[in-house]
C-alpha cells in the first residue's frame, strides 16, 4: 500500500511562486505513475500534472503548462510541483496521487492512493 502526505500550500500573491512536496512510502514500483490534483470550492477535482515514475514523462493541464513543473526525486521518495506565476484561479486544495499502472492518466478514477491535500491560495 502506498502512503502519500502533501506539504508546501499557503497564502501567496499573484504571481508568487510555490512548491508543493509529495512525500511517498509505501511500495514504489517502476510501473507507478504519480499526479498532481487540484479541487477549487464548488468545483470538481480536476488534473493539474503527472510523471512516471521509472522515465520522468511529464504531462500537463493545458491551464497550467508553461508555469508549473513536475518532477520526481527517486531516491527521496518525493514527488514535487514548481509553481509559478500563480494566479487567484489557481487557488485550491491540492492532491497527490498515485497509480499503480504504467501511463500517465488525467482521470482522477485512474490513480489509486491519494493524499489528504494541501491547500493553496492566490490573493489577487
Known amino acids: 500500500q502506498v502512503q502519500l502526505v502533501e506539504s508546501g500550500g499557503g497564502l501567496v500573491q499573484a504571481g508568487d511562486s510555490l512548491r508543493l512536496s509529495c512525500a511517498v512510502s509505501?511500495?514504489?514500483?517502476?510501473?507507478?505513475?504519480m499526479g498532481w490534483f487540484r479541487q477549487a470550492p464548488g468545483k470538481e477535482r480536476e488534473f493539474v500534472a503527472a510523471?512516471?515514475?521509472?522515465?520522468?514523462?511529464?504531462v500537463y493541464a493545458e491551464s497550467v503548462k508553461g508555469r508549473f513543473t513536475i518532477s520526481r526525486d527517486v531516491a527521496k521518495n518525493t514527488v514535487y510541483l514548481q509553481m509559478n506565476s500563480l494566479q487567484p484561479e489557481d487557488t485550491g486544495v491540492y492532491y497527490c496521487a498515485a497509480r499503480r499502472v504504467s501511463g500517465v492518466r488525467s482521470s482522477a478514477t485512474d490513480y489509486n492512493n491519494w493524499g489528504q491535500g494541501t491547500q493553496v491560495t492566490v490573493s489577487s
Open positions: 510523471i512516471t515514475w521509472s522515465t520522468s514523462y511529464t
Open positions: 509505501g511500495l514504489i514500483f517502476n510501473s507507478h505513475s
